[in-house]
């Protein structure tokens, strides 16, 4: 079975950093477009860092230039530094990714279990 396992959120003041890990696992043949979502209390989910495999990374205009998105495609991993952090970033953090697994060999869109990041003041 293939899944998305997070790690790397908690507890931080103001303009701290975090850096937040996620590795597919399982029978995975390809990794397509690896992503971070975050949920604050009483708002929509909403994406907050892109990255394809091959091709330009993207972000959430509030994020742009304190957070980058990186992966590792020989182990399957997407990670999220996130520097100089505010009260307003504390959410919980969703990977998300399009795997192909085999079996069954067809596109799946997984979500990991979500971490919580908190930005203290």
């Known amino acids: 079975q293939v899944q998305l396992v997070e790690s790397g959120g908690g507890l931080v003041q103001a303009g701290g950093s975090l850096r937040l890990s996620c590795a597919a696992s399982?029978?995975?043949?390809?990794?397509?477009?690896m992503g971070w979502y975050r949920q604050a209390p009483g708002k929509q989910r909403e994406l907050v860092a892109g990255?394809?495999?091959?091709?330009?990374?993207n972000y959430a205009d509030s994020v742009k230039g304190r957070f980058t998105i990186s992966r590792d495609n020989a182990k399957n991993t997407v990670h999220l530094q996130m520097n100089s952090l505010r009260p307003e970033d504390t959410a919980i953090y969703y990977c998300?990714?399009?795997?192909?697994?085999?079996?069954?060999?067809?596109?799946?869109?997984?979500w990991g279990q979500g971490t919580l990041v908190t930005v203290s003041s």
């Open positions: 998300n990714a399009d795997v192909l697994p085999n079996p069954p060999r067809r596109w799946l869109e997984l």
């Open positions: 399982g029978n995975i043949v390809s990794v397509a477009s």
């Open positions: 990255i394809p495999n091959g091709g330009s990374t």
